[in-house]
């Protein structure tokens, strides 16, 4: 959920409105394309993992 000062700064009526926001990151894609259970990977660094998706 959006909070309402988010919605307020952006000039929409909080009072009317509400928000829901998400993203899809570039690790996201990459989990579903290449079939990956895990999204800690992408963070630990190790260039072994990285690498195969070049």
Do not use: C, W
């Amino acid at each position: 959920m959006v909070h309402p000062s988010v919605l307020e700064m952006s000039g929409v009526d909080s009072e009317e409105y509400s928000g829901f926001a998400f993203g899809l990151g570039q690790e996201r894609i990459a989990m579903l394309r290449y079939g990956i259970n895990d999204i800690r990977g992408f963070y630990q660094g190790d260039s072994r993992f990285t690498e195969q998706f070049k």
